[in-house]
């Protein structure tokens, strides 16, 4: 990622589609080393049509810390989901 993301807010935006219906995934955008997941802005991940998914919330980048994305899918049950355009944007403050 770019250092503009350092030192900044940020969020997480892309296209997705589900490939079954009735399962889910997510995109997570977090601070990397940060494993517990506490500190993180997603999108979730439903629909089985192509659908444009926007964080609603925005994830605070300090200088020096690098961003990281999780992308997870399924659990028990198998699932699978494709995303396309997946961009980090700087939000102004």
């Known amino acids: 990622f770019s250092e503009e ?3 900044a807010s940020n969020s997480i935006a892309c296209w997705a589609i589900m490939n079954r ?3 889910g995934g997510s995109v997570r955008l ?3 080393g940060d494993r517990t997941f506490s500190t993180e802005t997603a999108v ?3 629909d089985t049509v ?3 998914c926007q964080s609603n919330e925005v994830l605070f980048c300090p200088k020096g810390t690098r961003l990281r994305i999780d992308i997870m899918v399924g ?3 198998f699932a699978s989901m ?3 355009g997946l961009t ?3 939000v102004p403050e």
Do not use: E, H, M, S
Request: charged share 20%; proline share 0%.
């Open 5 to 7: 993301a350092c030192g």
């Open 21 to 23: 219906k009735n399962q």
């Open 30 to 32: 977090g601070l990397d």
């Open 44 to 46: 979730a991940v439903q």
């Open 50 to 52: 192509w659908t444009y």
């Open 75 to 77: 659990g028990i049950i």
């Open 82 to 84: 494709r995303i396309d």
């Open 88 to 90: 980090i944007t700087r």
